[in-house]
């Protein structure tokens, strides 16, 4: 298993910077896009294969222009950019992820972050757009409303995707896991009718669940140190009180 998922992540530079991908041949009027789809639990793997592509890239094609877009980074620096990124992690923190993904559904509407990521990308001056980040994105983004989005901004730009999950070649399923037509399908042979599916108990990604730690700490040590000082206050007033009272003995 290994060997053929190392084989497999050997192939992508030679398939990124093959004339036929990056001209669009046979086509027709489609985007060059490659999905690379992996289990979530080789995306440590994938992360170092995409830096080791990013230095082999000039190497391979040097006259080759190209932007590696961080899905969660985006996001992050599009929020920081409006204002609403510290406002977000304290919402977070009192009222959890689903009253944060309810205030963030708006800033992070698929159609304007769709333009965001044009706005940095600039497809026309691109000859490729890697992306990766999806899994930490979501579920404040998912990935195939963002390229529904991307097709008519992204012009004949090749674009290629590091997707945690399963492409079967219409369809996405992230982490392998969301499969709402599969369950649909089933269901309707017992005679159920689905009408929506509800995901519980979302982990938020490792690098906002950090910064939600440390604040967390942060407070926890600053209500301490408020706690100490109205103590020590008080020692100190008992103290005045009992000279004053030695004094006037």
């Known amino acids: 298993m290994n060997s053929d998922f190392n084989q497999r992540l050997d192939q992508i530079l030679d398939r990124i910077t093959a004339d036929d991908f990056l001209q669009g041949k046979g086509l027709g009027n489609e985007i060059p896009f490659y999905a690379f789809d992996y289990p979530a639990e080789r995306e440590l793997e994938v992360r170092g294969h995409l830096a080791f592509l990013l230095t082999q890239l000039p190497k391979r094609r040097p006259a080759l222009r190209f932007m590696h877009i961080n899905l969660f980074d985006l996001i992050i620096r599009h929020l920081k950019d409006r204002g609403f990124y510290d406002k977000a992690l304290d919402l977070y923190t009192k009222q959890g ?73 219409q369809s996405l399923r992230l982490f392998g896991t969301l499969q709402d037509k599969h369950l649909k399908q089933t269901c309707d042979s017992f005679g159920v009718s689905i009408n929506s599916v509800l995901i519980r108990n979302i982990l938020p990604p490792n690098e906002v669940a950090k910064i939600i730690r440390d604040r967390e700490l942060a407070a926890q040590e600053t209500k301490k140190f408020e706690q100490q000082i109205v103590q020590a206050k008080s020692r100190a007033e008992l103290v005045r009180q009992e000279m004053l009272a030695l004094q006037n003995g």
């Open 97 to 169: 992820d689903a009253a944060l993904r309810k205030a963030l559904a708006a800033p992070l509407d698929a159609g304007k972050l769709a333009a965001v990521f044009a706005t940095e990308v600039k497809p026309a001056e691109q000859d490729l757009v890697l992306v990766s980040g999806v899994g930490s994105a979501y579920p404040l983004l998912r990935t195939h409303n963002l390229l529904n989005n991307l097709h008519h901004r992204m012009g004949s730009t090749p674009l290629v995707l590091f997707y945690p999950g399963v492409y079967d070649g």
